[in-house]
């Protein structure tokens, strides 16, 4: 039996997290504001193949990306959910070059997290595994260094993919595990008393 009640909290708590992957369409994504500016680009229709911007469509699968509209260089990605995420990843591409970039997790305005991370036009994925955050920004770098085999300028980067988990715990879940705990706690007691 506590096997069971054992199993059933764990399945109950790995249900209270949802994972989810962000890919951008042309209206951008209801789970995250960008602010202060973004485009999304449908790559192919856009002539954008020879970029940044085509590497990550093309790791992908989708057609429109995120990314820092007129150099931006700062852009911030805001939660909408009503509780906090967790950030697993995302692929990410210089558009028209390389140059070194800076990802910062926030907690309500708080930075929790940050790391350096080196872009060129090929996509790769920026792995984070921040947990408990609204929101994470990205500054560029003020290394940029244009490729010589792109028909575009600019420090921009492409993102696209975003992965995490959403955590929204509410008050009856919290009583439910609370619940299932006590539960166990109340026939593990029983369980000593039987033996003395």
């Known amino acids: 039996m506590r096997t069971l009640l054992l199993a059933a909290l764990l399945l109950c708590a790995s249900q209270l997290t949802q994972a989810a992957t962000i890919y951008f369409d042309a209206d951008g994504s209801p789970q995250l504001t960008l602010t202060p500016s973004y485009y999304m680009d449908n790559v192919q229709a856009n002539g954008l193949t020879n970029s940044g911007y085509a590497s990550v469509s093309a790791a992908t699968g989708g057609p429109y990306i995120a990314y820092n509209g007129n150099e931006a260089p700062l852009v911030t990605f805001g939660w909408n959910g009503a509780d906090t ?7 990410i591409a210089g558009a028209w070059g390389s140059q070194t970039l800076t990802i910062s997790g926030y907690t309500d305005a708080v930075l929790t997290y940050t790391a350096q991370l ?17 929101s994470f920004s990205i500054a560029t770098g003020n290394d940029f260094e ?7 300028s600019g420090q921009h980067w492409a993102l696209n993919a975003i992965t995490l988990n959403e955590v929204p715990l509410p008050a009856a879940a919290w009583m439910f595990i609370a619940g299932i705990a006590g539960v166990l706690g109340i026939r593990r007691k029983a369980a000593r008393k039987a033996i003395s």
Request: no cysteine.
């Open 118 to 134: 080196f872009v060129d036009t090929a996509a790769r994925v920026f792995q984070a595994d921040w947990f408990g955050l609204t």
């Open 146 to 152: 244009q490729s010589s085999d792109v028909t575009g």
């Open 85 to 91: 995420f967790d950030l697993n990843s995302f692929v």
